[in-house]
């Protein structure tokens, strides 16, 4: 069976992560891995219910958390690639900590195929998601439709049905509102959080959304 995928047309303005922290300011002294300050800036009580009425979110954790990151992100931004790693750390050393992922597509073509299909394992067997989400980054090279459906023919879920529901128009309109709620947020890079009410502009790495997660637990903001 041929992989056959629509393509949305979406805004294609994502930023590589070192980019934003060169055009973007900071609220918050939030510090990447090699020290410079990450962009990051804060968003009103209606932004924040916008992040979460989002539909096609996906929920990689079974706790609630008593803290929940949102993280957007493009399959085929590298850094998004090292987050993964990194996020998949802090949620298994941190059973209290919810993370939702947000896919957005915003960086190619390729993208937003890739992105069809793995909305599409959302919707199908979305426990299997995170799954998905980790071997889909193994290979090396472009993630797009037929390397996404690669991945879904390995881990046994059935084709006809992933490339039924990938191509419904519903899977185009949810990726048509990340893209336009991430560009009124000013979410210029990916990938990119949010989390007690501030967006985080670029990965910042491990050890600072550790230190990110733990003032919010102490004092509720993303920096004591």
């Known amino acids: ?20 922290q060169r055009m973007g300011g900071a609220q918050f002294p939030i510090k990447g891995m090699d020290g410079t300050t990450v962009a990051n800036h804060a968003l009103s009580a209606a932004q924040m219910a916008q992040v979460e009425r989002l539909p096609g979110l996906v929920d990689a954790t079974v706790a609630k958390g008593d803290v929940t990151i ?26 209290a900590l919810r993370l939702v992922f947000v896919p957005y597509p915003v960086l190619s073509v390729q993208s937003i195929e890739a992105s069809r299909v793995e909305l599409a394992v959302r919707e199908l067997d979305p426990k ?28 046994g879920l059935d084709r006809g049905k992933i490339l039924e ?13 990340h893209a336009r709620v991430g560009g009124e947020l000013k979410l210029m890079a990916t990938p990119a959080y949010v989390i007690r009410g501030v967006a985080i502009v670029g990965h910042p790495g491990f050890e600072s959304l550790r230190k990110v997660v733990a003032s919010v637990r102490s004092c509720k903001k993303v920096a004591c």
């Open 70 to 95: 949102y993280q957007f992100y493009d399959l085929n931004c590298p850094y998004c690639r090292q987050a993964t790693a990194d996020i998949g750390r802090l949620i298994a050393a941190d059973s």
């Open 1 to 20: 069976m041929m992989v056959r995928l629509l393509v949305a047309v979406l805004l294609l303005a994502g930023l590589s992560a070192a980019s934003a």
């Open 165 to 177: 529901i990938a191509n419904k128009p519903g899977i185009t309109d949810i990726m048509k509102t």
């Open 128 to 155: 299997r998601f995170f799954e998905f989400h980790r071997k889909v980054y193994e290979g090396r090279g472009v993630i797009d439709g037929a390397r996404a459906i690669s991945v879904t023919d390995a881990m």
